[in-house]
């Protein structure tokens, strides 16, 4: 069972030890400047991805002032434990979280690189929907947590991708 806690003094060097694959370096920042950009965020989550007791990947969330929704800035999973359904799981349990949270805000939103198709594939199996090309390149996709699709209880897919910032490129999973 995958669960969420919050980077702190005593994780965050394993997770700055995570890693993606070459390929996915374009997409997603380190960890450890999206740590350094949290502390510059308020409202912002920096959180581990645990499997058991090891970390296993990084999620960075919160609501972005600019629009008043959720924004998925980072979502990775380390490269050996990647292709094992740990993003899809961790994204819906990042979505459970936010949809009972406060403050509440209509939907959850990500940004990705448009070459990244991992990350395309993984955001609409969960209900994820195209919103369009964001001015800084990425494609931007909602999910609306007042209404959760079925998605959500759909067998976990085996496709899996990264996202990232509002403007950056991220890999992921």
Same mark, same amino acid.
């Given at each position: 069972?995958?669960?969420?806690?919050?980077?702190?003094?005593?994780?965050? *060097?394993?997770?700055?030890?995570?890693?993606?694959?070459?390929?996915?370096?374009?997409?997603?920042?380190?960890?450890?400047?999206?740590?350094?950009?949290?502390?510059?965020?308020?409202?912002?989550?920096?959180? &581990?991805?645990?499997?058991?007791?090891?970390?296993?990947?990084?999620?960075?969330? &919160?609501?972005?002032?600019?629009?008043?929704?959720?924004?998925?800035?980072?979502?990775?999973?380390?490269?050996?434990?990647?292709?094992?359904?740990?993003?899809?799981?961790?994204?819906? *349990?990042?979505?459970?979280?936010?949809?009972?949270?406060?403050?509440?805000?209509?939907?959850?939103?990500?940004?990705?690189?448009?070459?990244?198709?991992?990350?395309?594939?993984?955001?609409?199996?969960? &209900?994820?929907?195209?919103?369009?090309?964001?001015?800084?390149?990425?494609?931007?996709?909602?999910?609306?947590?007042?209404?959760?699709?079925?998605?959500? *209880?759909?067998?976990?897919?085996?496709?899996?991708?990264?996202?990232?910032?509002?403007?950056?490129?991220?890999?992921?999973?």
């Amino acid at each position: 069972m995958l669960r969420l806690k919050r980077i702190n003094k005593n994780n965050w *060097e394993d997770c700055v030890a995570l890693r993606v694959s070459r390929e996915q370096k374009k997409f997603i920042a380190a960890n450890l400047y999206s740590i350094a950009e949290a502390q510059f965020l308020p409202g912002f989550k920096a959180t &581990g991805i645990y499997l058991k007791q090891e970390m296993i990947g990084f999620a960075l969330y &919160g609501i972005d002032p600019d629009d008043g929704n959720y924004w998925l800035y980072r979502l990775m999973i380390d490269k050996a434990q990647q292709r094992q359904g740990h993003a899809r799981i961790a994204l819906q *349990e990042i979505i459970k979280t936010l949809a009972k949270g406060t403050p509440a805000a209509p939907k959850l939103m990500v940004g990705y690189h448009v070459d990244n198709l991992a990350a395309h594939r993984l955001y609409e199996s969960v &209900g994820f929907r195209a919103e369009g090309l964001a001015p800084w390149g990425e494609k931007i996709a909602g999910f609306h947590l007042a209404s959760p699709p079925l998605a959500l *209880e759909r067998p976990r897919s085996a496709q899996q991708g990264l996202s990232r910032s509002k403007n950056v490129d991220f890999p992921g999973v």
